[in-house]
């Protein structure tokens, strides 16, 4: 495993729609592997392939449980992810982003998402996502598509000491 450079605007990578994965051979093992090793040492929660300059639709999501914070993360791989349906209620939350140090902002998000795709196998998997875990879904599945959270964003700031928690979506 080695660590992958996360790309920063304006780095043209994060602007282009990705590629559906077609391959799930031993390049896109070893590319999940440095992914999820790059987003732990970054840290950040989520990490999409545009940001280590790999124009693929692959994401990695590392999370736990939001009431539990001792309970164990759960890492999610996704090859080739898809929204299939969103709730319609909402809710406003603070997101950051590996790829726009430094910045924060209020963004409106589905609370809850169907998402499908492929594990790092190619078998096909559903997830039912809430809460943070869906909002993550939505942010780094953006990447995927050129998209920004910036984009979204209502209102933006400069992220200050005291924000350290406020968890980089990627």
Request: net charge negative.
């Amino acid at each position: 495993m080695a660590l992958r450079e996360i790309v920063t605007l304006p780095h043209p990578t994060l602007r282009r729609k990705a590629r559906k994965v077609t391959e799930f051979g031993p390049e896109l093992q070893t590319l999940v592997d440095d992914m999820v090793e790059t987003m732990r040492v970054a840290p950040g929660v989520g990490l999409a392939a545009p940001q280590v300059n790999i124009s693929q639709q692959l994401i990695v999501v590392e999370f736990g449980d939001e009431e539990d914070e001792n309970a164990p993360k759960k890492l999610y791989i996704l090859a080739n992810p898809e929204i299939v349906k969103l709730s319609k209620e909402t809710v406003m939350g603070v997101e950051g982003c590996l790829s726009i140090p430094g910045i924060v902002g209020e963004v409106e998000r589905a609370e809850k998402a169907l998402i499908t795709g492929q594990n790092r196998r190619g078998q096909p998997v559903k997830i039912k996502a809430e809460g943070w875990l869906a909002r993550i879904f939505q942010h780094e599945i953006d990447h995927l598509n050129g998209v920004l959270y910036v984009d979204k964003a209502t209102r933006l700031w400069q992220q200050k000491d005291e924000e350290e928690d406020v968890p980089a979506a990627d």
